[in-house]
């Protein structure tokens, strides 16, 4: 989803999006030995299943929200929706460039305010009907016309003056202005035949008839809530057919169940929720057959606070302490906090430490304050901002307001996310030295308080995509729920003027340049008002089994994440190491696209997030 609480890639989506939990261990594709602990039955031992297929299972440690397009923000929900459906375009492993998806190539007007795509003639959805821009029409136009449509991925199309399909290897966008995000617009394109019998969108989950039809590289055949998710390779695909016959996630609420069952060769791959434990990592990476992938990540870990959570009209709702309310208290806490301490004991080095909103990984996106603005750990500062702010120690050594309100405070956690738990007893430490409480209050679902505005801060998260215009647009006043207590696109109930303009001015610009600029200064008023602690930068440290796959691409191609990555190339190009012929057919979404030498069969991916059964911040928050 954010990602991340609450929101998407990366709302909830993402977050705390950066997840949940009931469950399991590994999925039973064949006949197998029975997992111990595990009621769902016997699990594979090996790629090779009895009948003959290839099969490919993940274990993760975020369920599924929703398997709507149109409701899902979760990562793990989102990332199968990039195998079920085809979006117009893609992403290059190699680089992140645009590259074709159903549309093989678009062109502007002179006043960027009309685009037109081609949709390729070699696409056809899994029940033998032709994918047309009829079908790309109508899944923008309803997303423009129905607001539960628009629940996840609306901020791509509140731009949109008129959506048509003139021809069905046409689609046409009429822009109300300038728009630079027309070539990474991260909508799954669903077929029109097939939805347009849906009643009610903000309740469908897509989660009652399989197959489910799509034109994905995958198509996905069952599903149980909180437990796996089947899907099979579409032989049909237009850019050529996976190599596994079957790919599986399987939910595991224990990641060091899920750990021993790569040990085990009960699984093929293991990232984390989201990523390994350092201790995890380094016990792998002496094991046999057994291969670590440290890479930079896509994602950042933050501290939210609660800004006072309200409706698009203003209403207010919540119980979100007021003294957060004031940017000096705000600003104080995060000069109470050590990132140093956080980078070398929490993640042990497998972070860097954060400092704007987009990870480094995005150089022309990435920001730092500046000395003069950066709000360094500085406990005696703090104290004097809180001393300013009117928020005094008492006899007992207690911080309080002159109403005699104490300065105590919850802080949402995900109970899947050790590091969550780790940095939540620092920050007692820490903001215990200051005069302030703090219960860490650790839950398998956080979407519900966080939808409800019910917390005073949380730990955060989202993946960002290459265009960040997503993770920058949860933050906008458009982006809050238009009724208290419902799914929105907002990740934290922000809403500042100065940055809303700041959005609208970076929207527009189609300068590569100016726009970046744009966002980074978007990045400091998030920083300046202190709503947002962004505390380090994941590694994405993964493992997997080198006699069960023979090869898989990695996002970058060079040195990058095999789990959660901006397109589908890892589970569309993962060879079989079990009579694998070692030829990777079709292109790898790069003309240099690298391997990563490996083995092949199981996959777990305890994906972890902040964000969401209130669909993202249930346990996870890595939206897309």
Request: aromatic residues 10%.
């Amino acid at each position: 989803m954010v990602t991340s609480l609450p929101p998407r890639s990366s709302r909830p989506r993402g977050r705390l999006r950066i997840l949940l939990a009931s469950g399991a261990a590994a999925l039973a594709l064949a006949a197998g030995t029975v997992v111990p602990g595990n009621p769902l039955g016997p699990a594979p031992q090996e790629a090779q299943a009895a009948d003959g297929k290839s099969t490919l299972t993940v274990a993760v440690a975020q369920s599924v929200d929703s398997l709507s397009p149109f409701l899902a923000q979760r990562l793990l929900s989102t990332s199968i929706h990039r195998l079920m459906y085809d979006y117009l375009t893609n992403y290059d492993a190699k680089d992140s460039h645009t590259i074709p998806g159903l549309a093989t190539k678009w062109e502007t007007s002179a006043d960027k305010l009309t685009w037109t795509y081609t949709i390729r003639p070699d696409s056809k959805w899994s029940d033998g009907e032709q994918a047309t821009a009829e079908d790309a029409a109508w899944t923008f136009n309803t997303m423009m016309t129905d607001e539960g449509a628009a629940t996840s991925n609306g901020s791509f199309v509140g731009n949109f003056k008129k959506v048509t399909a003139p021809s069905p290897d046409k689609l046409v966008i009429e822009l109300k202005k300038p728009q630079a995000t027309m070539t990474a617009l991260d909508v799954p394109i669903v077929p029109k035949h097939v939805w347009e019998k849906v009643g009610d969108f903000s309740k469908f989950n897509n989660d009652t008839k399989f197959p489910i039809v799509g034109n994905g590289p995958f198509i996905l055949t069952d599903y149980k809530v909180d437990s796996y998710v089947k899907l099979k390779a579409n032989k049909d695909f237009w850019r050529g057919a996976p190599k596994f016959d079957e790919l599986v996630f399987r939910y595991y609420k224990d990641q060091d169940a899920a750990v021993a069952a790569l040990r085990k060769g009960e699984v093929s791959f293991v990232a984390g929720s989201p990523s390994l434990t350092p201790a995890q990592a380094a016990s792998l990476k002496t094991a046999d057959d057994i291969k670590v992938n440290d890479a930079p990540g896509r994602r950042f870990y933050a501290l939210a606070t609660n800004p006072g959570a309200q409706t698009r009209d203003g209403t207010k709702f919540g119980d979100g302490h007021p003294a957060l309310l004031d940017q000096k208290v705000r600003q104080a806490l995060f000069m109470a906090v050590d990132r140093t301490t956080i980078i070398d004991k929490v993640f042990q080095g497998y972070a860097i430490e954060g400092e704007g909103y987009i990870p480094p990984r995005y150089g022309s996106y990435f920001w730092k304050p500046s000395a003069e603005q950066k709000l360094a750990y500085d406990p005696a500062k703090a104290a004097a901002l809180l001393d300013e702010a009117g928020y005094r120690k008492n006899s007992a050594g207690k911080r309080a307001g002159k109403d005699g309100r104490p300065l105590d405070f919850r802080i949402l956690c995900h109970a899947t996310d050790p590091n969550d738990k780790a940095i939540g007893k620092y920050l007692q430490e820490w903001w215990g030295d200051l005069g302030i409480g703090l219960k860490v209050d650790c839950r398998d679902n956080v979407s519900d308080p966080w939808y409800a505005g019910e917390y005073d801060l949380a730990f955060d998260g989202w993946s960002v995509n290459p265009d960040p215009d997503f993770v920058m647009s949860i933050h906008t006043c458009a982006a809050l729920p238009a009724k208290a207590k419902e799914t929105a696109q907002t990740d934290n109930f922000i809403c500042d003027k100065q940055y809303d303009e700041l959005y609208a001015k970076q929207t527009a610009e189609y300068d590569p340049a100016k726009r970046a600029d744009l966002v980074k200064q978007m990045e400091s008023r998030l920083y300046d008002t202190g709503y947002m602690n962004v505390m380090a930068y994941p590694n994405a440290v993964e493992a997997y089994r080198t006699d069960q796959i023979k090869s898989i691409t990695t996002m970058p191609s060079d040195a990058g994440n095999i789990y959660g990555q901006d397109g589908y190339w890892s589970w569309w190009s993962a060879v079989p190491a079990a009579g694998a012929s070692g030829d990777s057919s079709g292109d790898s979404g790069s003309s240099t696209g690298v391997l990563i030498g490996v083995g092949v069969a199981v996959v777990v991916l305890a994906g972890g997030g902040l964000l969401f059964a209130m669909r993202r911040r249930s346990t996870a928050e890595d939206r897309e």
